[in-house]
């Protein structure tokens, strides 16, 4: 696309997102791009924009020739692979904001990517107006990039915040986020982790060129945190968060989950409050580096929409350097990790699968430990989310030294005390 031929948009979908781009194009003259066609599901709804505009039959947009470039931001996974495919086979860059959509055929996106040479752009589709996804892309070396460790869902963040300063349980918190309109009527894809190992899934492709399916990566949410737990963790001044972490490890792997987590009340994430998202990442030589700003909303989100269609304006694409320029990295599974456990009784908790079990506590209603645990096991088990069990990562939880866990749980075993 060069430099001064009009961005000539056919855009897919009219709801928070689509009709934040509406407005925000309007604001932006200089851009030399314009909705020529909107494609929405109902027919019959009222729009804020004239009539003429929109159509319910994609084949409108599809097929212009005078189109080209797709905009898709509907709430349809399935439709929209189709829409993001058919508009790269057929020559027009795409944007888009669906993590569910992109996170779940990553492979062949990038397959389509490579065969066609079409831009294929969604910044927005992870912590919206933060642009992690440029900056991944394009100014950590893969060498340099010690970890990246990100709050990534705002509904979550928004709970577990009131839950911490408003002393509210989780039912109260979630009901208070769905009033103002920071959860969805069915919160599970949020509150159950789906949509943070979504958006996890391709930050990691573009960290580290890690292409996994999200569920191959080990999740959880915050639907079984309770407020004993968040208790706790003020009496030991740290607050609880739900972390996307990957970090790498000292045989070159890379560790990665989605789990609430303790973090300690100096680390950057701690200040990320209410709905909105954080990233913080460390690399050789900058140390530690701290993005913040609103994970979704139609503005926030629709700016790194229109960040996408201004980077047309160059031929601006994903190199995906991780993946195709440098030795991509891979997964380990062969790390512990510290926890804190809480729970009813401990028969729900099967005590030979820790490693060893630092601290335990007993109240007459809720009973916690803090103890490490194998990776692998908490990847092939769910003892840990059963049962109104509720896990949750300490302050710095990764343990790679194997040496070290050896020495240590030796040292318990002489003791009497490891299990
Ligand atoms: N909302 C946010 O803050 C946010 C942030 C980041 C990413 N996202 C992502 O952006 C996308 C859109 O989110 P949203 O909040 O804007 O959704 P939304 O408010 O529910 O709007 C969805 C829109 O998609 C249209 N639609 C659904 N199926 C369609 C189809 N098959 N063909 C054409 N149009 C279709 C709907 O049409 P009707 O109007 O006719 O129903 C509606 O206009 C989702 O993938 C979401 O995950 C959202």
Redesign the pocket.
Known sequence: MDNHKKLIIGL???????EGLYKVLQQTPSLNAEIKKV????SG?KRNAPDALFT?D?EELLNDDEINVIVE?????N??YE?ATRALKSGKAVVS?????IAENLPSLLELQLETGGSFLYE??AC?SIPVIRNLEEYYDNDLLHSIKAIVNGSTNFILTRMFEDKLDFQQALTLAQQLGFAESNPKLDIEGFDAVNKWAFLLTHAYGIVEHPENNLFNGIQNIKATDAKVASEKHLHIKLTAQAQKLKNGGVAAFVLPQFVTEDDHLSFVKNEYNGVVIESGFADKQFFYGK????F??ASAVLSDISALRYQYKYEYKKLYHHIPNELNEDYFLRAYVSFDDWKFIPRDKCEWIEEWHANEDRKYLVGVISFRELKTSQWWKENNTSLILTANPVIDDLDIRKLKKKSLELAGIAL
């Open positions: 897919f979908g009219f709801g928070v997102v689509g494609c929405i599901k109902n709804k319910a994609k931001v509907i709430d349809d996974a439709a929209a829409i904001a669906s993590k569910k959509m927005a589709a919206a994970g979704a909303g139609s926030p989100t």
